[in-house]
């Protein structure tokens, strides 16, 4: 009898070890210390046919560059994307973004009409929308901000221990594209800003989200705790979402009566030396500015491809470039599940791991499969 008992502890040894290094590993290794692959754009579903063809034979150049789309932000979590991009403009009144040109456009082109494009009527509601193109693409997943929100959310608890989500928001102002006359949108205030954090917390409780108060803690600032090495553990992060602003020049109406992001939600897109700095966007950034950022503890995202480029070439060099970096999060507009149609080009970690450790500052004897591995 304890002879088998004996062979039954040795056999499960290994597995209770494994579980008791992982459960070390996620207790020393912080968020700043893995590295995800995103998607840019990620709500986009690129054209309806006629569209499309209308797109091209007017705007040439720019359709080349947009000429991507995306799957459902579920299907993109499913295939392993941690990181999501979601472009925002406000409808306070609703019904702003729901006649686009293109529409009419294709019919006077005598083009076949396409699918409708908004059969939810959820266009003509108040509030904050996903849009790319104003007029030419507005085709999305998920139209209404909140309904973006909580899919992600509903994927979240349905996937316990994930690795934190990143969510980077655009904030779209103004000209919205390249057509002559096209709808614009309503400037961004403090108000709006107050209200887009409003929508935030009514999907995500406040204990699901990782906000600028819970980095900087007693710090004096956020970038000195950034600096010491303060981003939450992957045990404290698993499971939960952060919130990244895109556009520097829109942290002023973002901070405005909430210096150092005191009660925010978003960490703004700052520059060293600045006390709000914490998550610094490199969208272009070269391999080695990004190390030098990734070392002294800011968060990073950049991007693998531009404007369909590389995924019609299968140049793979800037993709390497920026996986060697440590960029936290390197976005592309063809994740692993979606290739580029034209050469089978694609962004995806070794091993295809949904996170993995990162190549820049993770400790040594970190193992990527216990960060976050294939099983999702």
């Known amino acids: 009898m304890f002879r088998s008992l004996a062979v039954m502890c040795l056999a499960f040894a290994p597995s209770l070890l494994s579980a008791q290094t992982r459960k070390a590993q996620d207790e020393t290794l912080h968020l700043n210390q893995i590295q995800v692959v995103g998607t840019h754009n990620s709500y986009n579903m690129g054209f309806a046919p006629s569209e499309g063809k209308y797109f091209e034979q007017h705007y040439p150049k720019a359709y080349r560059g947009v000429e991507y789309h995306h799957q459902t932000l579920t299907q993109q979590l499913n295939a392993g994307v941690r990181q999501l991009e979601l472009d925002i403009v406000q409808d306070p009144k609703g019904g702003r973004f729901a006649h686009p040109k293109i529409v009419e456009l294709t019919k006077e082109a005598g083009l076949p009409p396409d699918s409708d494009f908004d059969p939810k009527h959820e266009w003509l509601k108040p509030g904050f929308k996903t849009l790319h193109l104003g007029d030419l693409n507005q085709r999305s997943s998920c139209v209404l901000f909140t309904s973006c929100l909580k899919e992600i959310r509903t994927w979240s608890k349905g996937h316990k221990g994930h690795v934190p989500i990143f969510l980077l928001i655009e904030d779209k102002q103004g000209r919205l594209g390249p057509m002559q006359g096209a709808v614009t949108a309503e400037p961004w205030t ?17 204990n699901e989200i990782i906000t600028p108060d819970k980095v900087r803690g007693g710090a004096a600032t956020l970038e000195e705790a950034v600096l010491a090495g303060r981003w939450p553990t992957l045990k404290e992060a698993r499971g939960k979402v952060v919130f990244l602003l895109y556009n520097r020049s829109s942290a002023p109406a973002y901070l405005e009566g909430h210096a150092m992001m005191k009660g925010r939600v978003l960490f703004v897109n700052g520059r060293p030396g600045e006390p709000e700095a914490g998550f610094v966007e490199q969208d272009k950034g070269t391999a080695d500015e990004i190390e030098a950022l990734v070392k002294k503890g800011y968060l990073v995202r950049t991007r693998a491809d531009f404007n369909t480029d590389q995924g019609r070439t299968n140049d793979t060099t800037r993709k390497d470039e920026t996986l060697k970096s440590g960029a936290q999060m390197v976005s592309t507009d063809f994740p692993v599940s979606e290739p580029a149609p034209w050469t089978g080009y694609s962004v995806a970690l070794p091993g295809g791991v ?19 591995g294939k099983e999702r």
Do not use: H, L, Y
């Open 190 to 206: 403090a108000a709006t800003w107050d209200a887009m954090d409003a929508e935030i917390r009514s999907v995500f409780k406040e």
């Open 354 to 372: 949904a996170a993995r450790c990162n190549p820049v500052n993770a400790p040594s004897g970190c193992k990527d499969a216990w960060v976050e």
